[in-house]
């Protein structure tokens, strides 16, 4: 009895890491089409690759953090203000990107909102103002800190491998064996019956 329970909690462990990988390389891999990330149930996971948000303050985090960003609607966008630390997509040495740094001046001109940002590590605002249809989501408060470096092996193309491919295969061809396995000792329970 025992050892039926710890094969079938076995099962369950193995179908849950399996999950646990294919929703994490989902989301790492996923298209990043527009101004947008790939989420779960409203939130993204964001890999912070600078230090521009360093510092004592309860919501700041460093390179290599993984942050949760919650994604906002259009019409959530006209509530942010100064002090909010938003998600925006952004060009950083002419290519596309997603930055995350805190509001500090809300404008709304003629019914147009646009935010001046600041990372709280760095000295000046940002140079560009962001409009709303820049913006992503808000940040949580949440992180997983050097979580952003875990995230970022698995989007390369070793961390796909080691990371899943393998992973996978060791499962497929365990449940191969345990299959072959099964059968052979049905098999021989038959080879037995018949005699």
């Not at 646990?20 to 790939?38: C, D, E, H, K, Y």
């Not at 805190?102 to 909102?113: A, C, D, F, P, Q």
Request: glycine residues 6%; proline residues 1%.
């Amino acid at each position: 009895m025992l050892k039926k329970c710890l094969s079938i909690l076995k099962n369950i462990l193995l179908w849950v890491i399996v999950a646990v990988m294919v929703l994490v390389i989902f989301l790492s891999l996923a298209s990043r089409q527009g101004n947008t990330l790939p989420s779960i149930l409203g939130t993204s996971m964001v890999s912070v690759q600078s230090d521009s948000m360093a510092g004592d303050a309860k919501d700041n985090f460093n390179k290599g953090d993984l942050i949760f960003v919650k994604q906002l609607k259009d019409e959530q966008k006209a509530d942010l203000k100064a002090g909010d630390i938003i998600t925006f997509a952004d060009i950083i040495e002419n290519q596309r990107t997603f930055n995350t740094h805190r509001i500090v001046e809300v404008k709304n001109v003629g019914g147009i909102l646009s935010f001046t940002t600041q990372g709280d590590n760095n000295i000046t605002t940002d140079s560009e103002r962001r409009l709303a249809n820049d913006i992503v989501g808000i940040y949580n408060g949440k992180k997983i800190t050097n979580g952003g470096e875990a995230f970022d092996f698995i989007q390369s193309k070793w961390g796909f491998f080691f990371c899943l491919i393998v992973p996978l295969a060791v499962f497929f061809v365990w449940r191969l064996f345990k299959l072959i396995k099964a059968y052979s000792q049905y098999s021989v329970a038959k080879e037995k019956d018949n005699n």
